[in-house]
């Protein structure tokens, strides 16, 4: 059961969010304010914080980059206002995890907790590695290899292969791997994602003309399936 800590000065989307995440088993605090919410933060330990932008005393920027600066390595997820694309960007900088756009399902809020969570516990990351296809890949070492030999890989092609790992089952926009996998810096076209997945497929797949684990979604994006 995993402790999350609801930052959002809207009482009605605090309160819908906390009915939810509760149903899924979590444990759920809410601040109505952010200097309220970086206290909690600071005082109740909690796994994952969820994070509005725009809020009463303390902006969630600010809870953002205080909580980082204080070494707190607590996933965020920044809500963020629809189109803000600035809000997005400054999220990702100050130290937040992740973001999602209002108005979001509740569907893809609690996938993206789930996988937030998965990734913040390293659950499945042993020294044995993980399978994935045809692969044995062991993250911690960037290391992977077949059957027979050992497998050479770049290190861009070990985070789109753990990031397709982590959010399993999901649909995953070509933005998204471009925002999470490349970042803005380095921002990629989504011709460069798809000659990387032509790559990644050539050692995953047994047959990478008929995938079976990294398919395509025809005009959205990917989806891994173990």
């Known amino acids: 059961m995993s402790r999350i800590l609801i930052i959002e000065d809207e009482k009605d989307m605090a309160l819908g969010l906390k009915d939810n995440l509760e149903y899924e088993g979590h444990q759920v605090q809410i601040a109505f304010d952010g200097r309220t919410g970086l206290h909690m933060a600071q005082t109740e330990s909690p796994h994952l914080i969820l994070l509005d932008v725009m809020l009463p005393k303390m902006s969630g920027f600010d809870v953002c980059k205080e909580i980082r600066s204080k070494g707190m390595h607590v996933p965020i997820i920044m809500l963020t206002a629809k189109g803000e694309e600035t809000d997005k960007v400054l999220g990702l900088e100050f130290g937040a995890d992740d973001y999602i756009t209002k108005p979001f399902s509740v569907r893809e809020l609690m996938a993206r907790v789930k996988a937030v969570l998965r990734r913040s516990t390293g659950e499945h990351f042993d020294q044995q590695g993980v399978q994935i296809g045809r692969l044995n890949v062991d993250f911690h070492h960037l290391a992977a290899r077949d059957e027979d030999s050992e497998i ?33 810096e380095n921002y990629p076209t989504s011709r460069t994602v798809d000659n990387y997945i032509v790559k990644l497929r050539r050692k995953v797949e047994d047959d990478p003309n008929h995938p079976r684990h990294i398919m395509t979604v025809y005009g959205v994006g990917y989806k891994y399936i173990e």
């Open 152 to 184: 050479e890989m770049t290190h861009k092609e070990y985070e789109l292969l753990k990031y397709f790992y982590m959010h399993e089952g999901e649909v995953i926009h070509r933005d998204d791997l471009m925002d999470k996998v490349w970042g803005y």
